[in-house]
C-alpha cells in the first residue's frame, strides 16, 4: 500500500485549517497535515509585492521539509508563485492550491476571475496563461482552415473586484463575506462555455450560493487532491513510514514568523 505521507500547508490564516482538515478527513484518510500559519506574509506582499517576502516563505519551507514534510501545498493565491520557485533548493515538490482550478479554467470559452483582494488578481491571471495551451500561429489567408477547423485560441479573461469582500473577511463576518462573493458571481453577465474562477481559497463556500448556470470553481479540493498525491509519491520514494519523522539534531524546525494555527478566531491573511 502506498504511503499517505506528510503534507505541510502555508496558509496566511487560520481560517483554512478546520476546511483542509474536513477535506483530507473526507477524501484522503491517513494523509498527515501540518498546518503552518503566518499572517504577516500576506501583509507583506500586500505592501511591497509578492517578491518581497520570497525569502521569507522559502525560510517557512524550508522548515517544513527539515520537520519531514513530503510535499508542501501553498494555500495563498498571492504567494503561490513564490512558493512554487522556493522548490527546486527543497528537493520536495511545493505546489500552489489555484493551480489544478486554474488548468480546468484554462478549457473554457471564457474565464471570469473573481477576487476579493487586489493582490490576488495578477497572480491568477498570470498563473491561467501558464495553464493556457499555447496559442497556434495563423495560417496565411489562402490557407485559412475551415470555420470547424479553427485553430485554438486562449481564452479570454475578465476579472471582478468584490469591493469591500475583504474588509469583511477581515472583521470577522464570514457570511457576509460569501454573500458578497456570491452575488459578485451572479451579477457576471452569462456566457455560454464560460466559467467563473474564485480566486481565494477563502471563498470557496460562496460556489454554494450561487444561482449562476455558469460553472463556478474553487481550489480547496483539487488543490488537496494533487498535494496528497505528490505527498503519498514522496513518502513512497523515501520509503518513509507513516506520521511523525524525527528531525536530525540541530535541523531548523521553523521559521520565527511561523506558527502552528491555534487561533481560529483570527481573520487576518488569505
Same mark, same amino acid.
Given at each position: 500500500?502506498?504511503?499517505?505521507?506528510?503534507?505541510?500547508?502555508?496558509?496566511? =490564516? &487560520?481560517?483554512?485549517?478546520?476546511?483542509?482538515?474536513?477535506?483530507?478527513?473526507?477524501?484522503?484518510? /491517513?494523509?498527515?497535515?501540518?498546518?503552518?500559519?503566518?499572517? *504577516?506574509?500576506?501583509?507583506?506582499?500586500? !505592501?511591497?509585492?509578492?517578491?518581497?517576502?520570497?525569502?521569507?516563505?522559502?525560510?517557512?519551507?524550508?522548515?517544513?521539509?527539515?520537520?519531514?514534510?513530503?510535499?508542501?501545498?501553498?494555500?495563498?493565491?498571492?504567494?503561490?508563485?513564490?512558493?512554487?520557485?522556493?522548490?527546486?533548493?527543497?528537493?520536495?515538490?511545493?505546489?500552489?492550491?489555484?493551480?489544478?482550478?486554474?488548468? !480546468?479554467?484554462?478549457r473554457a470559452r471564457r474565464i471570469v476571475v473573481?477576487?476579493?483582494?487586489?493582490?490576488?488578481? !495578477?497572480?491568477?491571471?498570470?498563473l491561467l496563461a501558464e495553464e493556457s495551451p499555447?496559442?497556434?500561429?495563423s495560417p496565411p489567408a489562402e490557407e485559412s482552415?475551415?470555420?470547424?477547423?479553427?485553430?485554438?485560441?486562449?481564452?479570454?479573461?475578465?476579472?471582478?473586484?468584490?469591493? /469591500?469582500?475583504?474588509?469583511?473577511?477581515?472583521?470577522?463576518?464570514? *457570511?457576509?463575506?460569501? $454573500?458578497?462573493?456570491? *452575488?459578485?458571481?451572479?451579477?457576471? &453577465?452569462?456566457?455560454?462555455?464560460?466559467?467563473?474562477?474564485?480566486?481565494?481559497?477563502?471563498?470557496? $463556500?460562496?460556489?454554494?450560493?450561487?444561482?449562476?448556470?455558469?460553472?463556478?470553481?474553487?481550489?480547496?479540493?483539487? /488543490?488537496?487532491?494533487?498535494?496528497?498525491?505528490?505527498?503519498?509519491?514522496?513518502?513512497?520514494?523515501? /520509503?518513509?513510514? !507513516?506520521?511523525?519523522?524525527?528531525?536530525? &539534531?540541530?535541523?531548523? =524546525?521553523?521559521?520565527?514568523?511561523?506558527?502552528?494555527?491555534?487561533?481560529?478566531? *483570527?481573520?487576518?491573511?488569505?
Open positions: 500500500m502506498t504511503p499517505a505521507g506528510t503534507l505541510a500547508l502555508l496558509h496566511t =490564516s &487560520p481560517v483554512h485549517v478546520p476546511v483542509f482538515d474536513a477535506l483530507r478527513d473526507r477524501h484522503h484518510p /491517513g494523509l498527515v497535515l501540518r498546518h503552518l500559519v503566518d499572517e *504577516e506574509l500576506l501583509v507583506r506582499a500586500r !505592501e511591497a509585492g509578492p517578491g518581497a517576502v520570497a525569502g521569507s516563505v522559502a525560510a517557512v519551507l524550508a522548515g517544513a521539509v527539515a520537520d519531514g514534510a513530503d510535499a508542501v501545498l501553498c494555500t495563498c493565491s498571492t504567494l503561490g508563485a513564490v512558493a512554487e520557485d522556493a522548490a527546486a533548493s527543497l528537493g520536495v515538490p511545493v505546489l500552489r492550491v489555484d493551480r489544478p482550478m486554474a488548468a !480546468e479554467a484554462a473573481v477576487a476579493a483582494l487586489r493582490s490576488t488578481l !495578477e497572480p491568477t491571471v498570470a499555447p496559442a497556434e500561429e482552415p475551415p470555420a470547424e477547423e479553427a485553430r485554438w485560441q486562449p481564452s479570454p479573461v475578465t476579472t471582478v473586484l468584490v469591493e /469591500g469582500a475583504w474588509e469583511r473577511f477581515e472583521a470577522g463576518d464570514r *457570511e457576509g463575506y460569501l $454573500d458578497a462573493v456570491a *452575488e459578485a458571481v451572479d451579477r457576471v &453577465p452569462v456566457t455560454a462555455g464560460g466559467v467563473v474562477v474564485l480566486a481565494q481559497a477563502s471563498m470557496a $463556500d460562496a460556489a454554494g450560493r450561487t444561482s449562476t448556470p455558469m460553472p463556478v470553481l474553487s481550489s480547496p479540493r483539487p /488543490g488537496l487532491a494533487a498535494a496528497a498525491k505528490a505527498a503519498g509519491a514522496g513518502a513512497a520514494g523515501r /520509503g518513509r513510514p !507513516e506520521g511523525p519523522v524525527r528531525r536530525a &539534531p540541530g535541523a531548523p =524546525s521553523r521559521h520565527p514568523g511561523k506558527r502552528r494555527s491555534d487561533r481560529p478566531d *483570527e481573520r487576518r491573511g488569505l
